[in-house]
């Protein structure tokens, strides 16, 4: 019987530990400055929904960008960017104490520096996650995946009740400028850290070419598409629990910043045990069997936080609340990682991202105005009732297994000597591959053409169709465009062992004496006199 892996398992790689150290302090640093935002926010505004607009601030950046940083992530070097967004956020952070010091903040300056704070954050998270996979070797991802969540929810645990102290004590603008401090640690360490740069064959994808290539791949991939719509749907409801947090400790159990603080610390002690079991949860059920119980848990908090009226009580509930939370959104990241080839993971994260802190955005919102209009215990019920029903949508889109297929690069194409003198611009390129295939076997090559064909669309082509000859009808055809050629050959190496076994079906099933063979063809739409594609000096056709 296997071992199972050790939940500590990727501290054995240096490089990811130094990371992740330096991580838990930029951790605290940023629950600090949440839980002085959160707290000022209703010392300078009456307005409930304005106090639930903070937490719609830091998330909505991330919905926003997070597919630009994850195109960015795709094609720059990572370690670059997540530095340039920690600069960014500890520039944002010392201005916002400067600010917060001369009494200069009004409701609307306080968002905006959330907001940009946020715009960081969005650049970041795409680029760590993706270097997951850089930092630790496949079998070690998931306890990665969980351990990155139990970093931030370890300080969870002891930065609010740290922060709600602080800011009673000291003010929300010393909690802000302990916040710009805290980016240097992590700052030296992603300067010290040196990946492996894998060489490129080939250029950069052009920016808005790799952005719709992102949204391609995640349009032709089924089951990645429910891990994003049962994101969006538990971040709109189960952030009301966050959002609302500040309204629970002033105004249900009657408390100050030090009992919000403790509040968010039971939170994230909860998420923490929830990291802990993560690996003997997944080992014994099914991934839909922990989203479900996770969605009906956190419904249940959510309703017992709306019904108390004492401080003990309310620290209770959320406890299992914590540990719901971190169990669903690290099951969904891993199962993104998992089923995303190295080119697009980037941004198959940022799109999951884009999702999760779309609907925590939305959310947000709503749940601050029904909190303004009903007040916040209604909110928290109804958010209640919204998780049920995310836990019963898992009967029509159920969250899928790991995916066990081997998404490695194929490495298997070699580029074709052309006659003609192309650039690397040069297109549209048109594609047709000829297939004998018995008509017993016709059932069978559909079924596999079928998969071929998401394949194709999910890596670049355009205009993908599937031909037989009137005059012989053994004799299938398939077609697609590409752009370019440049386009053309990153196409062929997008593709990965997973792939190679339809590749392997079609032609088990060709019945020709020779492969099938592939025409490479430029597509003309007029037929100038002179022609711009030569053919190359000495090499005459045959």
């Given at each position: 019987?296997?071992q199972?892996?050790?939940?500590l ?16 302090a ?15 926010m209703t010392?300078i505004s ?14 909505l950046?991330?919905?926003i ?10 094609n720059?070097?990572r ?5 340039a ?11 916002l ?10 409701p ?15 650049l970041?998270?795409?680029?760590w ?13 998931p ?12 300080m ?11 800011v009673a004590?000291?003010g929300a603008a010393?909690?802000f ?6 980016y ?7 300067w010290r ?5 894998p ?5 950069r994808?052009?920016f808005?070419?790799a ?38 400790a002033?105004?249900?159990?009657q ?11 039971c939170?994230g ?15 014994n ?18 309703v ?10 309310s620290?209770l509930?959320?406890l ?10 690290s099951l ?5 990682q998992?089923?995303t ?10 799109l ?5 802190f ?10 601050g ?9 209604q909110?928290?019920?109804v958010?209640?009732a919204?998780?049920?029903g995310?836990?019963?949508?898992g ?7 790991f ?6 690069p194929?490495?298997?194409f ?10 690397s ?41 599937l031909?037989?000859?009137?005059q012989?009808?053994?004799?299938w055809?398939?077609?697609?465009h590409?752009a370019t050629w ?6 062929h ?10 590749s ?5 099933l060709?019945?020709?004496?020779e ?12 037929v100038p ?7 190359k ?6």
């Amino acid at each position: 019987m296997p071992q199972r892996a050790s939940a500590l398992a990727p501290f054995r790689h240096a490089t990811f530990r130094a990371l992740w150290t330096a991580t838990l302090a930029s951790n605290l640093g940023g629950l600090i400055q949440a839980v002085g935002a959160g707290w000022l926010m209703t010392t300078i505004s009456d307005s409930d929904d304005m106090v639930a607009l903070v937490q719609a601030a830091t998330t909505l950046p991330i919905m926003i960008f997070s597919l630009a940083a994850g195109a960015l992530a795709d094609n720059f070097d990572r370690r670059n960017i997540m530095l340039a967004a920690q600069v960014l956020m500890m520039l944002v952070s010392a201005v916002l104490a400067v600010f917060a010091i001369s009494g200069m903040l009004s409701p609307w300056l306080l968002l905006a520096f959330t907001f940009f704070i946020g715009c960081g954050t969005a650049l970041h998270n795409p680029s760590w996650q993706a270097s997951m996979g850089d930092l630790v070797p496949r079998e070690d991802l998931p306890g990665a995946v969980t351990l990155n969540s139990m970093s931030y929810n370890l300080m969870r645990s002891v930065g609010p009740a740290v922060g709600g102290l602080i800011v009673a004590l000291a003010g929300a603008a010393f909690a802000f400028a302990l916040n710009a401090i805290s980016y240097i640690a992590l700052i030296y360490a992603l300067w010290r850290w040196k990946p492996q740069r894998p060489p490129r064959s080939l250029p950069r994808e052009a920016f808005g070419s790799a952005i719709w290539a992102g949204l391609r791949y995640i349009a032709m991939s089924p089951n990645l598409l429910k891990v994003l719509f049962r994101g969006f749907v538990f971040g709109l409801a189960a952030v009301a629990v966050l959002a609302l947090l500040p309204l629970v400790a002033r105004d249900l159990v009657q408390g100050g910043a030090f009992t919000y603080g403790i509040m968010l610390g039971c939170f994230g002690a909860g998420a923490i045990g929830g990291a802990m079991l993560n690996a003997r949860v997944r080992e014994n059920w099914r991934n839909e069997t922990i989203v479900r119980a996770a969605f009906t848990g956190f419904a249940i908090s959510a309703v017992l936080l709306a019904l108390s009226r004492d401080l003990w009580l309310s620290c209770l509930v959320l406890l299992p609340a914590g540990a719901c939370w971190v169990l669903t959104l690290s099951l969904f990241n891993v199962t993104v990682q998992l089923s995303t080839p190295r080119w697009v993971v980037g941004r198959a994260l940022a799109l999951y991202q884009t999702a999760t802190f779309g609907g925590m955005a939305a959310g947000s919102w709503i749940w601050g105005l029904t909190a303004e209009s009903h007040g916040a215990d209604q909110a928290l019920i109804v958010s209640g009732a919204v998780l049920l029903g995310g836990a019963l949508i898992g009967l029509r889109f159920a969250l899928p297994e790991f995916d066990k297929l081997n998404l490695a690069p194929l490495d298997r194409f070699n580029e074709p000597e052309l006659k003609l003198d192309l650039s690397s611009r040069s297109g549209p390129i048109m594609v047709m591959v000829d297939y004998e295939i018995a008509q017993a076997d016709i059932p069978a090559f559909l079924t596999a053409m079928a998969l071929r064909r998401r394949i194709r669309l999910r890596d670049g082509a355009r205009q993908w169709a599937l031909l037989r000859d009137l005059q012989d009808p053994r004799v299938w055809t398939e077609s697609y465009h590409v752009a370019t050629w440049v386009e053309y050959v990153r196409h062929h190496q997008r593709r990965t062992f997973a792939d190679a076994v339809v590749s392997d079906q079609l032609l088990a099933l060709h019945r020709g004496k020779e492969p099938p063979r592939v025409h490479r063809m430029i597509e003309r739409q007029t037929v100038p006199i002179r022609d711009d594609m030569p053919l190359k000096v000495h090499e005459p056709l045959p």
